[in-house]
């Protein structure tokens, strides 16, 4: 039983790339959730899913899109990446109580 | 969304009780209390919730007190493997998705 898979866990962009973040739970969640988190703060919810074919917005959603195509998996994509947007993405998903995480992808657009 | 507020660092020593406390004021009757911990370079992981009573599993205890604006996160004998920085987060039950929102919890550091 993996959990919470987040693929790369490294990834260094030049600006103005792009890339896609995987995040896939064998766990048959219907909740999926993309939080970043920088230096010394907690993490903050970029964009979330209740379904399969549905996202939504969180705290921090610009420059960011997603897609939830299929319930066990929830891309993250960044179309143009920015220097702010180095930080360490952490993907969840649960059922509505306790919410299981990845191990994170750290990114540094350069 | 209610707001929490925690001590920034807490120092404990190895094999002895660490109580860390988390105050919410502003608690809603929908809002549960969750605590998560962090170990370094690792996403959250989830240590336990309550509503309104006291709760107890393997991994610690949660005190709720009884007008519950405040909590308390019991960790019975700190180890090594303890330190870690916790959050303390209000889950609003009603809410969509169950979308959990942090601060910058409590680093504990625990000492030989």
């Known amino acids: 039983n993996a959990g919470v898979t987040q693929t790369p866990k490294f990834r260094v962009l030049k600006t103005g790339q792009s890339m896609t973040l995987l995040c896939a739970q064998d766990?048959?969640?219907?909740?999926m959730y993309w939080y970043r988190q920088d230096p010394g703060m907690g993490l903050r919810l970029i964009h979330y899913?209740?379904?399969?074919?549905?996202?939504a917005k969180g705290e921090v959603p610009d420059g960011y899109n997603v897609s939830r195509l299929k319930k066990q998996n929830f891309l993250l994509g960044l179309e143009s990446a920015a220097p702010s947007q180095t930080s360490v993405y952490f993907c969840?998903?649960?059922?509505?109580?306790?919410?299981?995480f990845g191990q994170g992808t750290r990114l540094t657009v350069v | 969304d209610a707001k929490t507020t925690q001590p920034n660092s807490m120092e404990s020593n190895e094999e002895e009780p660490v109580h860390l406390p988390c105050n919410h004021s502003?608690?809603?009757?929908?809002?549960?209390i969750h605590w998560y911990r962090q170990l370094p370079s690792q996403g959250p992981e989830y240590v336990i919730h309550?509503?309104?009573s006291n709760v107890n599993n393997r991994m610690a205890s949660l005190a709720i007190a009884e007008d519950r604006k405040s909590s308390t996160l019991i960790l019975h004998r700190a180890t090594l493997r303890d330190a870690a920085v916790y959050y303390c987060?209000?889950?609003?039950?009603?809410?969509?998705?169950?979308?959990?929102?942090f601060g910058t919890g409590t680093r504990l550091q625990v000492m030989l």
């Open positions: 899913s209740v379904g399969e074919g549905t996202t």
């Open positions: 766990m048959n969640h219907e909740y």
């Open positions: 309550g509503l309104t």
């Open positions: 969840a998903s649960s059922l509505g109580t306790e919410a299981f």
């Open positions: 987060i209000l889950r609003d039950a009603t809410s969509t998705a169950s979308k959990l929102t």
């Open positions: 502003t608690i809603s009757g929908t809002d549960y």
